[in-house]
């Protein structure tokens, strides 16, 4: 329903004569004068109450205009519907297909896009921040690829294959290596320990060290292979089974054997001796 209009004022002045007396008693006179502002006065409520109405299809704001926005209608009331029906549209998370554009989020068209497209092809690297690929337990092994990433469940099973330091060169754990690739004399226990090594003869008194006191030592010479020497005990025997007195030129000491000077006992100058020495 369209809102009331003010009608044309059903008296008006305008061609009467000046002497109204003339052509009206004074009742019809003060009729005239009152008619006018009554007239006004109830188009006035009309459209008061018109614009107040709130029946559905015929309240006030379905009859004023507005201009229209986008595909909405043209009354206040159709905009407020129209924007209501927007509003319940994107709460209920039914934003159409293709609705919200690439401008609409950056301000270069096609710029998410582009940058989506440029991340998904980066690999990430210590330098580059991007996807990332997990290694397999193959790779993992491997130790190569400097691309992938290691997971936990990967690493746990490589390093359940090392030694904890902890469990190395202590009591039931497992034994080091030395500078020599060699277990430690010290590492190795209740187990037979002997060492060997070689001296060459000058005539000066000397000691051979060795990392333990030795209970048994034999030398032997460059020149004489079969002319063995052994020292045990408090007894420095030749190969021929004569007794010499350690005291004489070898004797077993804290930490190794000392070799004297005497020539024919085992420091003949020019001559290699090899020894070995055994708890």
């Not at 005239?32 to 029946?55: C, H, M």
Request: glycine share 10%.
């Amino acid at each position: 329903m369209a809102l009331p209009t003010i009608p044309e004022i059903s008296f008006k002045f305008v061609g009467k004569p000046d002497n109204l007396n003339s052509v009206l008693d004074p009742d019809e006179i003060k009729a005239a004068l009152d008619a006018g502002p009554e007239e006004v006065r109830q188009a006035a409520i009309a459209l008061t109450n018109a614009l107040s109405s709130i029946t559905d299809s015929s309240s006030g704001a379905d009859n004023i205009g507005a201009t229209a926005i986008s595909t909405s209608p043209a009354t206040v009331q159709g905009i407020l519907e129209w924007l209501k029906a927007q509003i319940d549209t994107i709460v209920a998370g039914g934003v159409a297909d293709g609705s919200v554009t690439d401008a609409k989020l950056s301000g270069t068209v096609g710029q998410i896009k582009e940058r989506v497209a440029t991340h998904v092809a980066l690999s990430s690297s210590e330098t580059v921040k991007a996807h990332v690929e997990l290694a397999t337990a193959a790779e993992t092994t491997t130790g190569t690829d400097a691309t992938r990433a290691v997971h936990p469940a990967g690493l746990k099973v490589e390093l359940d294959k090392k030694i904890p330091s902890t469990q190395k060169g202590v009591a039931n754990g497992v034994a080091t290596l030395d500078a020599s690739v060699k277990i430690p004399l010290a590492q190795l226990g209740n187990a037979l320990k002997a060492i060997s090594g070689s001296y060459s003869g000058d005539g000066v008194a000397k000691t051979i060290s060795v990392p333990f006191t030795p209970g048994f030592v034999s030398i032997i010479s460059s020149e004489s292979p079969s002319a063995l020497l052994t020292v045990h005990g408090n007894k420095a025997q030749s190969h021929i089974g004569t007794n010499i007195g350690l005291t004489d030129n070898v004797s077993i000491v804290t930490g190794g054997f000392n070799i004297g000077t005497t020539a024919s006992m085992a420091n003949a100058t020019g001559v290699t001796y090899y020894w070995t020495a055994l708890p």
